[in-house]
């Protein structure tokens, strides 16, 4: 397993190695020994999630004010354009968004630490998106940012308008959406 930091060095990019034959595949998709090794964190899963999204779904940004999340995300089938946003005041990277593929034949995944908000936009026909979390899902403190907000201005590699939900389309600013003194959990 490789776990390279990326722009934002507290998101990192793992890469499994993939043992194949005409049999077809086997990886690990998470150690924790590894990964701790690789990071000096030691998460603690409490949920797996998966969602099914066709073409041109845009989800996100979400983020959760309490209770906030760390994620380990990944695709299964198809391929997404995987967007995290520092909005961690006070991080030198606060306000930064980086954007990776993520795909079912790359097999990377990402660990987005708490802290920042996700999104993601189904560059294939469809997507199944997986992700573990370290806290459980809070609706009442769940937020988001504008998928398209011009502070941000995210170059999403979009093909027509993107399929919202309405609370995506409803999404605030990324000034109203900036943590105050982040502590992780």
Known sequence: MKITPTAIPDVVLIEPKVYGD????????????????????????????????????????????????GRLVRVVVGEIFDVTVDIRR??????????????AENKRQ??????????????????????????????EAERCIRWDDPQLAIDWPLQGSPILSGKDAAGSSLAEAMLPEFRPN
């Not at 701790?36 to 845009?58: C, I, W, Y």
């Not at 306000?95 to 993520?102: F, K, M, S, V």
């Not at 936009?121 to 573990?132: G, H, M, P, Q, T």
């Open 90 to 103: 006070g991080s030198s990277t606060c306000g930064r968004w980086i954007g990776h593929i993520l795909s």
């Open 110 to 139: 990402l660990w987005i630490p708490p802290g920042f908000a996700h999104g993601f936009l189904v560059l294939s026909e469809r997507a199944d998106f997986l992700y573990k979390t370290t806290d459980y899902w809070a609706p």
């Open 22 to 69: 005409e049999r077809g595949f086997f990886f690990e998709s998470f150690n924790l020994r590894v990964f701790k090794q690789a990071t000096g964190l030691e998460p603690m899963f409490v949920q797996d999630n998966h969602s099914r999204s066709a073409r041109n779904v845009l989800r996100g940004l979400h983020y959760q004010v309490v209770q906030p999340q």
